[in-house]
């Protein structure tokens, strides 16, 4: 069974919190996950150590309550979105002799994505919509050509007939091919304001 850290889940106990507030405690729930995480490291015999990777709302919660929570991983629900903080969470996972996954999961149809945040109890500016599904992208391919070593499983989220959320493993035949399917995804902040306001 996994150990989950989720600065989401932790919001919910900060005094003051609403969802409709979401955004105000963002940081302090972040920075309150990243102590549980290190702690997490030190403590637990568990050796695989999953770095949930993809921007909001793309539906990287359910992925892993769905697929993920039965095994026995050590998981970090976060968007992932920056490189320094991507890099910072790897090297402590390697001190303390542990096995990073990274599962990153991609929407299908970033305009989808949008709706499905815009319609979240959690309520952000739709700027950290932009910012996130940018900065994940960008972090991945940076994981995926500074960790060789590193295990990335690619996601795709999308929704069936019944508007039930599914996912689909992508299947790379090499590091390379992998690379230059993630060279192709990027895109900035304005690339995607612009996909998800047409």
Known sequence: MSILISADEIKKELKGYSPKKS????????????????????????VDVVLLNGGTASGKTEFLSTQLMDKDY????????SELGADIKLKKIYKAKKRPIIFSVIPDDLKRAFIA????????????FYKTHAGSRK??????????NV????????YDKMQNLQF?????????????????IQKSEDDILNEVQL
Request: proline share 1%; hydrophobic share 40%; net charge negative.
């Open 23 to 46: 955004e105000e405690f963002h940081h302090e729930s972040a920075q309150k996950a990243d102590k549980i995480f290190e702690k997490t490291l030190k403590e637990s015999k568990y």
């Open 74 to 81: 050590i998981i970090h629900d976060a968007t992932m979105s």
């Open 117 to 128: 945040f815009l319609n979240r109890d959690r309520k952000f500016s739709d700027i950290h």
């Open 139 to 148: 972090a991945v391919l940076w994981i995926a050509k500074e960790y060789p």
């Open 151 to 158: 295990k990335i499983v690619m996601i795709e989220s999308s």
């Open 168 to 184: 689909a493993q992508l299947e790379f035949t090499s590091r390379k091919s992998l690379v230059h399917f993630l060279e192709g």
